[in-house]
């Protein structure tokens, strides 16, 4: 991208912002959203008001989140925010963009929670990030009461305002998997998007702005998973459930860990893409 436009007498109109967006190479909806996103208004407004002319200091700030998008940054880091099961997150490069395939996950623990033994179920989400899947199940299942752990401490600050903000009680602790709660602790539902991409696979440069930690566990991608099967049982009620996130070649091979692990009743969901996305199992009652 070459930079802010020229100076020009008049102020740059809606239409020409976008226009020149366009011309520097970056996707017209990205362009929308991020102008949008400046004006508070939505992409039907700017498309109504296309002669609108903008205020210095925003056509500036759009320039700016060009600049940022054009380089490869996400867009969700531009913003600030990002959309996930109907809520609105704060992100920051601290934590992963929220995906829309994790709501695959959100969607089989809303399912499990009404079946679980218990009109008040413990839930812990390992390696929260921004807090996506503890909030969307605090928020749609509010009898639940909700742990989120992460190892990075960035991570849990964006994750604790998001809460503050949202007005959900989830309680948060700092520690690599297990290691963050007590050694006694008891769930019924564990979930987690752990890192799971393989330390040499070839989409990582693709994603350089997002945290290294958050993607990888190095080696063949399955170590964070193998550390939390391992590690479920002891944190698990009898009847509890282990849902894990995983690569779409991943499934057979978390499946494996599970049953090893002693789970049964294991299965896979599918993601938007109908690519395997979700595996989990339920604790063996006694």
Known sequence: ?????????????????????????????????????GLQQGRGWLIAHDDHPLPA?????????????AAGEPLAYVLGEREFHGLTLQVSPAVLVPRPDTETLVDWALELLPTLETAQPRVIDLGTGSGAIALAVAYRHPAAAVVATDLSRE??????????????????????W??????????DL??????????DDAHLPAL????????????????????????????????GWLLLEHGWDQADAVAALLRDA?????????DIAQRPRCTGGCRRQP
């Not at 320039?63 to 940022?68: I, M, S």
């Not at 002693?262 to 599918?270: K, L, M, P, V």
Request: charged share 15%; aromatic share 6%; hydrophobic share 45%.
């Open 1 to 37: 991208m070459t930079g802010a436009p020229a100076p020009r007498a008049e102020p740059l109109t809606v239409a020409q912002a976008l226009a020149w967006a366009q011309a520097q190479g970056l996707d017209r909806l990205d362009a929308q959203l991020l102008l949008g996103h």
């Open 57 to 69: 200091a925003k056509a500036q700030a759009f320039t700016e989140g060009c600049r940022r998008r």
């Open 155 to 176: 991570a849990l600050a964006v994750a604790r305002a998001n809460a503050q903000r949202l007005g959900l009680p989830v309680a948060f602790a700092e520690g690599a």
């Open 178 to 187: 297990w290691a963050a709660v007590p050694a006694d602790a008891r769930y």
């Open 190 to 199: 564990v979930l987690s998007n752990p890192p799971y991409i393989a330390g």
């Open 208 to 239: 350089r702005h997002e945290p290294l930690l958050a993607l990888t566990p190095g080696g063949d991608g399955l170590g964070a998973l193998r550390e939390i099967v391992a590690g479920a049982p002891a944190h698990l009620r009898p009847g």
């Open 262 to 270: 002693g789970f049964a009743q294991i299965s896979t969901r599918r």
